[in-house]
């Protein structure tokens, strides 16, 4: 067998124990699901007033608040499978896999291919509730796939981001600092207004924060009026290419822990 068969086949094996686990134990994707619909049905059900608002300037408030959704649970779509990879270090099972695999990053590729198929998933539901909720879009099928475009290279760096710290850490208990540090970057980020209505000390760290070209672009891709798109993918493959290597520095660590 030559070495990208074994590669891949490292590769498949890991990401059909992940998927088979998910299917076997379906309550398993609740919390992947529990955080974009609640989020959903709280911001965009319980804020629509806010999209009246002078200033505003978005053409409906439960599609300004979609984007946001989607690209929180494309987010925390990678940062769960984190989940997965210490819950297997603390059962010992990463530790045999990492013995058994010649290269060990198919281990990780693995689990990446894992928390991109999760999050897809997770995606679907969530726009058809928004569609039948009565969310409006402008943008074209070019538009949207942009937007999933996104969506897709913010989960693969979120993944990067978790199995960073997880390679390291080598605990579920290290859960905490996978969500907290995304948590605060997606908070503060325009997530209920627009920018421009943003006041105070929010309002300079948003104008800092990558997270912000990535939803501004995300939400003029819905409006179907794309504006720096360029801009919102080399910022989420900026750091997607930075947690990779964070990713692989951490298996390294992992490798020589044993």
Not at 58 to 77: I, K
């Amino acid at each position: 067998m030559s070495r990208r068969a074994r590669y891949w086949a490292v590769t498949k094996t890991v990401a059909w124990r992940n998927l088979h686990s998910v299917i076997r134990a379906p309550a398993l994707l609740l919390p992947m699901l529990a955080f974009p619909l609640f989020f959903y049905m709280a911001f965009a059900g319980g804020l629509s007033a806010v999209g009246s608002l002078p200033g505003f300037n978005y053409y409906n408030y439960d599609a300004f608040q979609f984007v946001f959704v989607l690209l929180q649970s494309a987010a925390f779509g990678g940062v769960f499978i984190g989940f997965s990879i210490g819950a297997d270090f603390d059962s010992g099972f990463t530790r045999r896999l990492l013995l058994a695999a010649r290269d060990r990053s198919a281990v990780i590729a693995g689990f990446g291919i894992a928390a991109v198929i999760r999050a897809v998933f997770v995606w679907i539901v969530v726009f058809a509730i928004a569609l039948v909720t009565g969310m409006q879009i402008d943008g074209n099928g070019i538009d949207l796939a942009g937007l999933v475009g996104l969506a897709l290279v913010v989960n693969v760096a979120a993944f990067f981001f978790a199995a960073g710290v997880m390679t390291r850490l080598r605990t579920l208990q290290a859960a905490p600092a996978m969500q907290l540090p995304l948590f605060m970057i997606l908070m503060t980020a325009p997530v209920y207004v627009p920018r421009n209505l943003l006041e105070g000390w929010i309002s300079s760290v948003a104008t800092i924060n990558p997270m912000t070209a990535i939803i501004e672009a995300g939400r003029s891709l819905m409006a179907g009026d794309p504006f720096h798109i360029l801009l919102a993918f080399a910022a989420a493959a900026g750091l997607g290419a930075l947690l990779a290597v964070f990713a692989l520095r951490g298996l390294r660590k992992a490798e020589a822990a044993g």
